[in-house]
């Protein structure tokens, strides 16, 4: 019922730049919480930044000063300008968002998550 798409991963070099992006669609009344979540290899998936429908945010410790998350609310699409990039950055980034359905019999709320983006910073 929700697909979120993810796109804007790739290779770049430590000290370079990326923008990922992620777009919602579906039976979509509206989205509260949109992220960006993130897993290297060997190590559990750890959020790195989160934005609420008013634009609050909240940031790792690891990324903080480095990289800015930011949506389009009437696109229902998130963003993670990352900056500075590091070698430690390198994982597959996956899109994640509470979001409130239209059901035939009312509203539901569920949580949905993206296929995942590459995202490798060499040295």
């Known amino acids: 019922q929700v697909q979120l798409v993810e796109s804007g991963g790739g290779l770049v ?22 992220g960006w979540y993130r897993q290297a ?8 930044a989160g934005i609420t429908s008013s634009g609050s945010t909240n940031y ?8 800015t998350i930011s949506r389009d609310n009437a696109k ?8 500075s990039l590091k070698p430690e ?4 980034y996956y899109c994640n968002a509470d979001v409130v359905i239209n059901m035939s019999w009312g509203r539901k709320s569920s949580s ?3 296929q995942g983006t590459q995202v490798t910073v060499s040295s």
């Open 60 to 67: 790792a410790d690891s990324v903080k000063g480095r990289f």
């Open 89 to 92: 950055d390198t994982a597959v």
């Open 41 to 48: 290899p060997g190590k559990q998936r750890e959020s790195v």
């Open 112 to 114: 949905y998550w993206g």
């Open 13 to 34: 070099q430590a000290g370079g730049s990326l923008r990922l992006s992620c777009a919602a669609s579906g039976s979509i009344f509206n989205i509260n919480v949109m």
């Open 76 to 83: 229902n699409t998130v963003y993670l300008q990352m900056n």
